[in-house]
């Protein structure tokens, strides 16, 4: 049902979040930079790990979170920074979402982290299977929302299909629903079109998840980022670890968010190599259909999944991920797009099945 309810943070909130009173921590207190720190039972000598990591961080990640907002043009009070993008979906759950009574809606197939947040809270997670060509289906939506449902989960460009859904469509979901509509941008920053982040003034209900894990190649650091209405942010931040991201995490963070030329050439790295693997793959025998992708994989449909799958790995070491089982990705491989030598590598690799 696309229901008239305004939206408002604090209806849709947990009770006891919403009462919650969150813990205060010595750098909370005092903000400053200057002066004796003897508040925080940090040992004054030093670190055993070198590097001035002996005082607690900035629990806001300040700096940090100046520099995301300069690169994508948001305001550091709609920003709030996790370990992963896992860390916001996580709390989104344990904000919104009282455990054996309300709802959440994934659209798969989809990220799998969605369902597994859910299930750790207790939440029911209704489906509604995207179309055969990977669009979402709104009415069924609409129709799948009850008055308990408080997150609808959207990724775009989608894992693991590659596609980016339909901008037109997620905004009627903004403007239908009555709760959060979480758009999950991992991947935006391979694809053809903006996401939402321009949008964010225009609907309070949207959280927009973007990582530093893929684009960025920071995957071993663990920083995720969502962006949403400061009213949102604020939920999070309170309810939140309150050292979430530690100090190493926020300086490597920090000096490698000045390395955008890195990012940016990467990402054209990455365009042109997918471009090379569509047309290798496309012409392979063992190859039915790859599917168009605005991320940094391909999604692959082939004669033989399974034994493809393991053939690679046994005879050339190459792994990619089975999505076979997947809903509606029926005889379907996920390839990461590689450097030139490593997509070159799989497609030899891939001449040869069957042929030896
Ligand atoms: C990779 C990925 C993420 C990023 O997860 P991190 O926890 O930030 O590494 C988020 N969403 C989707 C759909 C992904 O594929």
Same mark, same amino acid.
């Given at each position: ?21 969150? *813990?205060?921590? %010595?750098?909370?207190? *005092? ?12 040992? %004054? *000598? ?9 005082? *607690?961080? !900035? ?23 996790g370990n992963g993008s896992d860390e ?23 990220y799998?982290m969605?369902?597994?947040? %859910?299930? =750790? ?19 069924? +939506? ?17 894992n ?19 709760? =959060?509509?979480? #758009?999950d941008e991992a991947y +935006?920053d ?16 949207? /959280?927009?998840l973007q990582t530093f894990s893929k684009a960025w190649g920071m995957a071993a650091l663990r920083v995720g980022m ?6 949102? =942010? ?15 995490t926020?300086? @490597?963070a920090?000096?490698a968010?000045?390395? @955008?030329?890195?990012m ?31 991320a940094n994989?391909?999604?692959?449909? /082939?004669?033989?999944?399974? %034994?493809?799958?393991?053939?690679? @790995?046994?005879?050339?070491?190459? @792994? /990619?991920? !089975?999505?076979?089982? #997947? ?9 990461t #797009? ?19």
């Open positions: 049902m696309a229901t008239d309810v305004e939206f408002s943070v604090k209806r849709l909130l947990r009770e006891n979040i919403r009462e919650i009173k969150p *813990y205060s921590s %010595a750098r909370d207190e *005092y903000t400053g930079t200057e002066g004796i720190f003897l508040d925080a039972n940090e040992n %004054a *000598y030093g670190s055993a790990a070198g590097h001035g990591l002996h005082r *607690y961080p !900035d629990p806001l990640q300040r700096k940090l979170k100046e520099k995301i907002g300069e690169i994508k043009g948001a305001n550091p009070t709609n920003i709030f920074v916001p979906i996580d709390l989104l759950f344990r904000a919104f979402c009282e455990p054996g009574k309300d709802t959440v809606i994934t659209l798969p197939p989809t799998g969605y369902r597994v947040c %859910a299930d =750790i809270n207790g939440t029911a997670v209704k489906t509604v299977a995207l179309t055969e060509s990977y669009d979402i289906d709104v009415e069924s +939506i609409f129709e799948a929302v009850d008055e308990n449902t408080k997150l609808i989960f959207v990724c775009s460009p989608n693991p299909t590659g596609n980016l859904i339909d901008k037109d469509d997620i905004i009627e979901l903004l403007t239908g629903f009555h709760g =959060i509509v979480v #758009v +935006i391979f694809a053809q079109e903006d996401g939402f982040l321009g949008m964010l003034d225009q609907y309070s209900n949207l /959280v927009i969502a962006f949403a209405s400061e009213e949102i =942010i604020n939920v999070l931040n309170k309810i939140k670890y309150p050292y979430n991201i530690n100090e190493a926020q300086r @490597i920090l000096r968010l000045k390395n @955008i030329d890195f940016k050439e990467s990402v054209n790295s990455i365009i042109d190599e997918r471009a090379w693997l569509k047309g290798a793959l496309g012409a392979l025998s063992c190859v039915e259909y790859i599917y168009p992708s605005d994989f391909l999604l692959v449909k /082939v004669t033989d999944p399974v %034994a493809i799958y393991n053939y690679l @790995i046994d005879e050339h070491k190459v @792994i /990619v991920r !089975d999505r076979s089982k #997947v809903t509606l990705c029926d005889g379907c491989l996920r390839i #797009v590689g450097t030139e030598s490593e997509n070159q590598e799989l497609i030899n690799g891939l001449r040869e099945w069957k042929v030896s």
